[in-house]
C-alpha cells in the first residue's frame, strides 16, 4: 500500500534552507580562502629511532617515479607535479616495503639556481644555508600510513639526510591539515614562523604584501605552485 501522507509542514522549506547554506558555503570556499602555513625547521641529530615496520629509504630517479605514478591510483593525478619536480632537480627518497615503493618525499639544498628554489623558500622570505634542507610533498600510500608509518617514514628520512652531512631540516604545514601538523609536532619540529595568504578563487594568492598567480599546468616548471607578479 503506497504512503500518501504529507510530509509535515515546513520540511520542504527547512530541507531547502539548508541546501541553500551549504550551496553558499561551497561558493564561499571556492572564492575566498584562508591559508595559514606553519613554517619548522629541526635540526639533524642521531634520534635512535627505531621504525616499528620494515621499511627502507632510497633515492628517487625519474624512472623510479613515472613507475610509482602509473602502478598506484592515488598518485596517478600527481603525475604532471612529479615530472615539475624532477625538472627542477629536487630530489626524491622513496620508502620501501618488502621491494615495493610506497612512499615518497621530496626536497633540495642551497645549492640550486635560484630560478629552481622551492617557491615556498621565497614567499616565507626564507634562505637556506650551507647544511640545510627544504623538504616537501610527504606522501605515503593510504594502507602503509597507519601503525607508524608516516612516522617511521619521517624518521627514516632524517637519518638519511643526517649521514649524508646535512644538519638542519626545514618544512612548512598548513595549519588547517591536521594530521600534518601532529605528525611534525610529535617528531620534535619546532615552528619558526606563521605565514598567513588569501586565495581567491584557487588562482590569486596574497600574502605577506605581495600578489601570487597560479601557474598553469602547462608551459612552465613549477607547474605546482604561485609565482610573484607584483
Known amino acids: 500500500m503506497s504512503d500518501n501522507r504529507k510530509p509535515p509542514s515546513g520540511s520542504k522549506k527547512r530541507r531547502r534552507k539548508v541546501t541553500a547554506k551549504k550551496i553558499a558555503a561551497l561558493l564561499k570556499e571556492r572564492i575566498y580562502e584562508e591559508v595559514r602555513d606553519v613554517v619548522m625547521d629541526k635540526e639533524l641529530v642521531d634520534e635512535g629511532y627505531v621504525p616499528k615496520r620494515a621499511m627502507r629509504v632510497v633515492e628517487g630517479d625519474r624512472s623510479a617515479v613515472m613507475q610509482f605514478c602509473r602502478d598506484n591510483r592515488e598518485m ?83 637519518e638519511y639526510l643526517r649521514q649524508a652531512g646535512y644538519a638542519r631540516v626545514w618544512g612548512s604545514v598548513d595549519s588547517a591539515y591536521l594530521p600534518a601538523v601532529w605528525l611534525h609536532k610529535v617528531q620534535g619540529y619546532r615552528a619558526v614562523k606563521t605565514v598567513e595568504a588569501r586565495l581567491l578563487c584557487s588562482v590569486l594568492l596574497w600574502s605577506e604584501g605581495h600578489l601570487y598567480l597560479r601557474n598553469p599546468p602547462i608551459g612552465v616548471k613549477q607547474k605546482f605552485d604561485f609565482r610573484a607578479i607584483w
Not at 612529479?82 to 632537480?89: A, M, V
Not at 645549492?111 to 637556506?128: F, I, N, V
Request: overall charge neutral; charged content about 25%; glycine content about 10%.
Open 76 to 158: 596517478r593525478g600527481e603525475k604532471a607535479k612529479c615530472l615539475s619536480y624532477l625538472d627542477n632537480h629536487y630530489r626524491v627518497l622513496l620508502a620501501e616495503v618488502e621491494g615495493k615503493i610506497v612512499g615518497h618525499i621530496w626536497w633540495h639544498d642551497h645549492r640550486l639556481e635560484r630560478a629552481d628554489l622551492h617557491p615556498q623558500l621565497l614567499r616565507y622570505g626564507l634562505e637556506l644555508k650551507p647544511g640545510e634542507v627544504w623538504s616537501f610533498d610527504l606522501f605515503l600510500l593510504q594502507q602503509y600510513r597507519g601503525g607508524g608509518g608516516s612516522n617511521d617514514f619521517f624518521a627514516l628520512f632524517r
